[in-house]
């Protein structure tokens, strides 16, 4: 895996370790992870080609999850190296696929790819798809060198757009759906949360547990079933910052919020708010299990642990 520091990563290295044994994976970051475990851990630079060769060769790798990323927020401040390191990451990653006959690759993708002209509500599969952030666009153009390396190469790549991922296990970093996250803590530690979206900004979200059960599903599925490689629609939930607020407040009287929109508003309106994700469910069998309520005790039960 490479990028297994971040938000996903940390969770989903977990769970392929749990299903193929702490020996069969190799988690990789750009640098050392936060929180030490005993999983085999390698430096990866993603730009680093010939690193990445040598790792697949060494331990025989077969399968590639693909997670390294600057996020929507964090990407605005670098333009460049975020589209380096999305574009140039993952092109390095398809040619090493073919060029060293790995079996499966997963890429993620985003909501970040959706735009100003795409449905808002119940966005189809396909769509007019014209993202205003580097991310997006990494993420956008990512998906379409996917599916041209599996029509060209035969390589069996697979990809989700995820909703904002929340989760107690570890922390987003650079995103704009962050904040969906950031309020559980606050709520808890502080009792108080600046919310950097406005309170009506609704966005599709997904509870950990689902994306990464997600993720498995996509992965294990027979390849016959895979009709789509660019990233699949895929629902968790849907809300704003007042219903996420209030959904806690349910739990946690005494917690109060501001809203102090700032540069990630802009971002938030550019994306859209409910998904049609049929396509996942009709060829792969997706099926959501965390609403709003539910998520919530989950969070707020582990988080007070
Ligand atoms: N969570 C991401 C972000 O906010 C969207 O994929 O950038």
């Known amino acids: 895996m490479l990028g297994s520091n971040g938000q996903i990563g940390t969770v989903l290295s977990e769970k392929l370790v749990e299903k193929f044994g702490i020996e069969n994976v190799v988690c990789s970051d750009v640098r050392e992870p936060k929180i030490k475990h005993s999983h085999y851990f390698e430096i990866i630079d993603v730009l680093d080609k010939t690193k990445i060769s040598d790792i697949i060769q060494g331990f025989k790798i077969t399968q590639i999850y693909h997670l390294a990323a600057l996020l929507s927020a964090k990407g605005e401040q670098n333009p460049e190296l975020t589209w380096k390191i999305n574009m140039q990451g993952l092109l390095n990653v398809l040619d090493l696929a073919v060029q060293h006959k790995i079996n499966k690759v997963f890429f993620p993708s985003s909501i970040a790819i959706y735009g100003p002209t795409t449905p808002k509500s119940h966005t189809p599969q396909y769509a007019s798809f014209q993202p205003t952030t580097i991310y997006g666009i990494s993420k956008i153009a990512g998906e379409m060198w996917c599916e041209y390396y599996h029509n060209k190469f035969g390589l069996d790549v697979r990809s989700i757009r995820y909703p904002g991922v929340i989760g ?138």
């Open 168 to 305: 107690w296990q570890s922390l987003p970093e650079g995103g704009t759906t962050d904040y969906a996250v950031e309020i559980f803590h606050a709520a808890i530690h502080t009792g108080h949360y600046n919310c950097f979206l406005a309170e009506n900004t609704r966005l599709p979200m997904i509870y950990m547990d689902d994306a990464i059960r997600a993720t498995l599903e996509l992965m294990d599925a027979a390849p016959e079933k895979i009709k789509t490689r660019v990233g699949y629609n895929l629902v968790g939930m849907s809300f704003t910052p007042k219903e996420i607020y209030l959904s806690i407040k349910e739990r946690i009287p005494e917690f109060t919020i501001e809203y102090k929109p700032d540069f990630r508003q802009k971002i938030a309106e550019s994306w859209t708010e409910t998904i049609d994700d049929s396509c996942a469910r009709d060829e792969w069998g997706w099926k959501v299990n965390y609403n709003l309520s539910r998520m919530c005790d989950d969070m707020l039960r582990q988080l007070k642990k």
